[in-house]
């Protein structure tokens, strides 16, 4: 009885002292690596979801360090050697008590980022809006994307025209409503570093809001597969200051 | 107490006996292509208005006729057809169904035996796999190099959905199809399914299903991809119609068999077989079974109204039209998220099963290991949803189902538990099928927390639709499922063939299979992370490095898989000899002789205790 405690009792250390060192090496990789991996982010949606990333990474890394921890102590420590079928193990049916916190440790784990998920995906449909929000209407078609400007919305010989490009141009720190649709078929609308994306469908209107907060061009990319040319249903977004984002639009021709 | 054995002979059935004693896989080709001929002329002198000969209809009512044929050419419907016309079966009838003495030619035909139908699904599942294999070959060698230099965008594109598909339906069957058929039955004590018919049925109606989808990639593919999401089905070409109709007659398959294995485990076990003392695996199985009958409907009328939608003229999926594609992807996830679970818990049944003998340890929390199968399930129907995100379907419900997904992690923490809690203190005997217990925790753990982020929309708005998903859900297909579905076959293939599986070319398959699998998943993550869209069939220079390194790893599964079909192609006359019990368990088909004789058991046993009494002094015996 007493060597089968001292036994059980020491695998509980070794393991322990094996998961606090896992979880250490977790957390400083969940940290350090989850950012570099990802893209620079241009707006505080990115930057929530990057932060998100590294606290959920956080979270787990206790959870698959126990896990690694037991696994690789019965590898080294409770593999059997000799020859033939192993004799029987103890019989250890159930431990209550161990179910019991087991439970209810990975349902406060789940709480927990359930809570947090939740408020920050409120906070994000509480909407950036505001005054000076600005509305660009986005279109995918086999195989492009073009963005309409409707505040430049006039009419010439009767025919109502706009800025439209191919090419996304933005002012910086403005909120941005994309009216989302498509021409022909299902795409997805990704801008890559500000973390939204939304599917354009035709003859259905979707939204999703933004607002850039850092100058520089960045990624459009299709995420849904639409045919032969998907992969290369890509554009750039530039991201300029307000005024410069002005002259560039007052430049622009406007047509149908 | 003693009985005795009375020991009777059965005559062998008589020869003759009709035409239908003479039927077989080849006369169900032969049947087949010549109803899919006739079907075809009749719809194309009645329907085909443009005259190229293959519009929609055409191609869907090929695809029938090649069913009904290969079925009325197998013999799936003569002892219907025999009963209908007032002729009941004999007992030799039934002896021959069986495939009684029948030696090798039993596995060419419609036989009713449940070990016969579990390794014909065990030939099955490795023809889907390898099909499944080499179309995963071509997308990574596409993948290599940005630029298409393989293959064109068009093949590239079918190959992403024949693998998707061929993949799925081979992960469906690949441990349900040949262990709930082989070692269910004798697990609760029964001489074979309950419908031994219906067990046939559903293995020949998968057969059928197979050359439709591999013919789907003949007549131009279906390159749309596996999702068939709508409105871009519709401008697929015939490969699609053909593509759909493989999944109808699959789900047809699915369904007899998910119905004769609940039947089997409810109606057929042994005296004193409980419920509490069902080995754990019976219960995966008809958890997976139950949870299969609810979501493969759903899959049968996504198809059904997308094929309509191309060959009637019908709108379900058109918005312009009145319809919607929301309606298609809601459809299409009822059933692809219960679906994740059908695959996922014959698997982790069968881990356990072999956990328990290897560890030498009763199961750890056997009622809670149910309970947390049982969560599985049921929280599996109420999250599909998850996958529609980014959609811009009905965005309030974004919360719920976040909340429902997270949940889930409660129920899989449960399987930890238990596979940890049995290893705890055991005497752990490395033999082969416990590589793949050890790699099984490994993978999953990585599959399991990627997919809590994906259920987190504010990062899901970041990573769906990228290489982080196909990572995620690869680590959970590949990494765990084909896992728990090698270690299945190493642990039962001595029941089946009397022999092990070589342990030496075994142990170099795991590992090439392990570190493959990390290798092309873990470089995954980082293309997705760093921004790279799934389905791409080329990319932008920045991913050049990843995809190569993922290439590459899909090379070493390749390499390990062949070495593992070796194996079991060398093994399985030429291995070490197992004797029945090679591995010291208490199941019931581990205490039948190998090879199994017909119906099982001379004397049906009586269950006085669960299989798990391992360290335990018995009380009689």
């Known amino acids: ?256 | 107490m003693t009985s005795t054995i009375e020991h009777s002979t059965v005559s062998a059935p008589a020869l003759g006996g009709g035409i239908y004693r003479r039927l077989n896989f080849g006369t169900a080709l032969i049947a087949g292509v010549v109803f899919a001929v006739i079907a075809w002329w009749v719809a194309h002198s009645l329907l085909d208005s443009d005259g190229r000969g293959f519009s929609d209809q055409v191609m869907v009512i090929t695809a029938v006729g090649w069913v009904v044929g290969f079925e009325l050419g197998i013999g799936a419907f003569t002892s219907i057809g025999k009963w209908f016309t007032g002729r009941d079966q004999t007992h030799a009838d039934e002896m021959y169904l069986a495939g009684k003495d029948a030696g090798q030619a039993r596995y060419w035909r419609f036989t009713t035996d449940h070990k016969v139908v579990g390794v014909q699904y065990i030939v099955v599942t490795m023809i889907l796999l390898g099909a499944g294999g080499l179309l995963a070959m071509g997308i990574r060698t596409n993948l290599l190099s940005p630029g298409n230099h393989f293959v064109n965008q068009q093949i590239y594109n079918s190959f992403l959905s024949v693998h998707g598909m061929l993949m799925i339906l081979a992960l469906i069957v690949a441990v349900a199809g040949p262990w709930a058929n082989f070692v269910v039955p004798i697990m609760v004590g029964a001489r074979d399914m309950a419908f031994p018919r219906l067990n046939a049925l559903s293995l020949w109606t998968l057969v059928a299903a197979i050359p439709l989808l591999l013919g789907s990639l003949a007549v131009g593919g279906n390159d749309m991809g596996w999702v068939t999401q709508a409105p871009i089905s519709n401008q697929s070409g015939v490969g699609f119609d053909l593509f759909a109709m493989a999944i109808i007659t699959f789900t047809v398959s699915t369904t007899v068999a998910g119905v004769n294995t609940i039947c089997t485990v409810l109606t057929m076990r042994t005296k004193g077989m409980t419920l509490e003392r069902l080995p754990i695996f019976v219960w995966a199985s008809s958890i997976a079974a139950a949870l299969g009958l609810y979501a493969f409907p759903f899959f049968l009328v996504v198809m059904s109204l997308n094929i309509s939608d191309r060959m009637n003229g019908t709108s379900f999926f058109i918005a312009s039209e009145g319809g919607t594609g929301w309606l298609q992807e809601n459809l299409f996830w009822l059933m692809g998220h219960p679906e994740v679970y059908v695959i996922l818990l014959p698997a982790v049944g069968a881990l356990l099963e072999i956990t328990t003998v290897f560890a030498r340890k009763p199961l750890f929390s056997y009622r809670t290991s149910i309970a947390g199968m049982a969560g599985l399930a049921g929280l599996s129907v109420l999250v599909w949803a998850h996958h529609m995100f980014t959609t811009g379907w009905a965005p309030a419900l974004g919360g719920p189902f976040m909340v429902t997904t997270e949940m889930i992690s409660i129920p899989t923490g449960i399987i930890f538990l238990v596979l940890l809690g049995t290893l705890w203190r055991g005497n752990i005997w490395m033999r082969l099928p416990m590589y793949w217990v050890f790699g099984f925790i490994s993978n999953f753990i990585v599959g399991g927390i990627t997919g809590i982020y994906l259920s987190d929309i504010p990062v899901d708005n970041q990573m769906h639709g990228t290489m982080f998903v196909v990572a995620h859900f690869h680590y959970v297909f590949v990494g765990s499922v084909l896992f728990g579905a090698i270690g299945a076959l190493c642990f039962w293939y001595p029941k089946v063939t009397g022999r092990f599986l070589d342990e030496r070319m075994g142990k170099i398959s795991f590992w090439l299979v392990f570190i493959g699998t990390n290798v092309t998943f873990l470089a995954m993550f980082v293309s997705g992370l760093r921004g790279m869209p799934r389905r791409y069939s080329s990319y932008s220079l920045i991913f050049e490095h990843m995809n190569t390194v993922s290439t590459i790893g899909a090379y070493v599964i390749m390499a390990g898989m062949l070495v593992l079909l070796g194996a079991v192609i060398s093994s399985w006359n030429k291995g070490e000899p197992s004797g029945p019990n090679p591995w010291g368990s208490k199941t019931l088909e581990w205490l039948v002789p190998t090879p199994v004789p017909l119906e099982n058991f001379e004397v049906l046993p009586v269950i006085t205790e669960d299989p798990y009494t391992y360290g335990e002094a018995r009380t009689n015996s």
């Open chain 1, 1 to 256: 009885m007493t060597s089968e405690k001292t036994t059980t009792s020491r695998a509980i250390v070794t393991i322990g002292i094996l998961w606090v060192l896992l979880t250490a090496a977790g957390v400083l990789v969940s940290i350090y690596a989850t950012p570099w991996l990802m893209p620079d982010s241009a707006s505080n949606t990115m930057h929530m979801g990057i932060l998100t990333m590294i606290i959920f990474s956080v979270a787990a890394a206790p959870v698959a360090a126990l896990v690694y921890a037991v696994v690789l102590y019965a590898l080294a420590k409770w593999r059997y050697t000799g020859e033939g079928i192993p004799p029987d193990g103890p019989s250890l049916r159930a431990n209550s008590p161990l179910t019991m916190v087991w439970i209810i440790g990975s349902t406060a784990l789940t709480l927990f980022l359930l809570v947090w998920g939740l408020s920050l995906l409120a906070s994000d449909n509480s909407g950036q809006g505001g005054a000076n929000e600005m509305t660009v209407n986005v279109t995918g078609q086999q195989w492009l994307w073009s963005f309409q400007y409707p505040s430049t919305a006039s009419t010439q010989n009767g025919t109502p025209v706009s800025v439209s490009n191919e090419d996304l141009y933005l002012p910086v720190n403005t909120p941005i409503k994309f009216n989302v649709t498509s021409k022909d078929v299902d795409h997805g609308f990704w801008i890559v570093q500000m973390g939204i994306k939304i599917n354009a469908i035709p003859d259905t209107i979707t939204t999703t809001e933004v607002t850039p907060n850092k100058l520089g061009d960045y990624d459009i990319r299709c995420t849904e597969i639409c045919g032969l040319n998907h992969s290369y249903m890509t554009t750039k977004v530039h991201v300029l200051t307000e005024k410069a984002f002005s002259n560039w639009l007052a430049a622009q021709p406007k047509h149908f």
